[in-house]
């Protein structure tokens, strides 16, 4: 059991696999010792993020995807995560450490459905995206501003029910106006959604679970940076 393995004497590659194995397991208090020991040992915050718990989700990520895992452990993994970047996050700022992007998320106006949300945006952020969550019910204005504020490679937009679907493409067009509508990646999600929506409203990507979502995200922003160079 892992609270019978005394991290002290745990090599460096050792404790990011416990790490990882805890937060798979979705042991929130075993996840938070772990970071608290690697950081001990004057390990910088990237490198303990990057080489437990983004290891640690990119499994999660790749057994819900094949069926091995289901939302509820998948939460739970999330939260296990979370709990470990608060101590993360601070140090991780204070030294401009990289991330992979940067994602702002909502589910649309009058929709109030956001576990799957929710879940998109703590997957999204195990894997090392800096993520804005903009909750439930969240209009054009709201995207816009967020989008202003934080200047995002991703905007993620999610409804559960067919009467929101279309808001999603309210969103666009306003981008659209805006001359924003080129800069940014739209990923769109939810139980009523499907490829063929996703192209009618000219969103980038439509992503069925959330770990779609982070292989999507991965992949459009290696291409969005790409042609920036």
Request: contains cysteine; proline residues 3%.
């Amino acid at each position: 059991m892992s609270d019978e393995i005394i991290l002290s004497e745990l090599s460096l590659a050792e404790l990011y696999e416990q790490i990882g194995y805890d937060l798979y397991d979705g042991y929130k208090e075993e996840v938070v010792e772990g970071v608290k020991e690697a950081l001990s040992r004057n390990i910088a915050a990237y490198e303990v993020m990057t080489l437990s718990m983004v290891a640690g989700m990119d499994v999660v990520g790749n057994d819900f995807r094949d069926g091995k895992l289901f939302v509820p452990e998948v939460l739970m993994a999330a939260n296990a995560m979370k709990a470990g970047m608060e101590l993360l996050r601070p140090l991780l700022v204070a030294t401009g450490a990289p991330t992979i992007g940067k994602m702002i998320i909502g589910t649309v106006k009058g929709d109030i459905h956001d576990i799957g949300k929710n879940l998109v945006a703590m997957m999204m952020e195990g894997a090392g995206f800096e993520v804005i969550n903009l909750g439930i019910n969240t209009d054009a204005d709201k995207f816009l501003t967020a989008y202003k504020q934080h200047k995002p490679e991703i905007l993620g937009m999610s409804a559960l029910l067919t009467t929101t679907m279309p808001y999603m493409k309210v969103v666009i067009e306003r981008f659209k106006a805006e001359g924003l509508r080129d800069e940014v990646i739209v990923m769109v999600g939810g139980a009523p959604l499907n490829e063929a929506f996703a192209e009618a409203i000219e969103a980038d990507a439509y992503c069925q679970d959330a770990a779609v979502a982070v292989e999507t995200a991965k992949k459009l922003v290696a291409i969005k940076n790409a042609k920036a160079i």
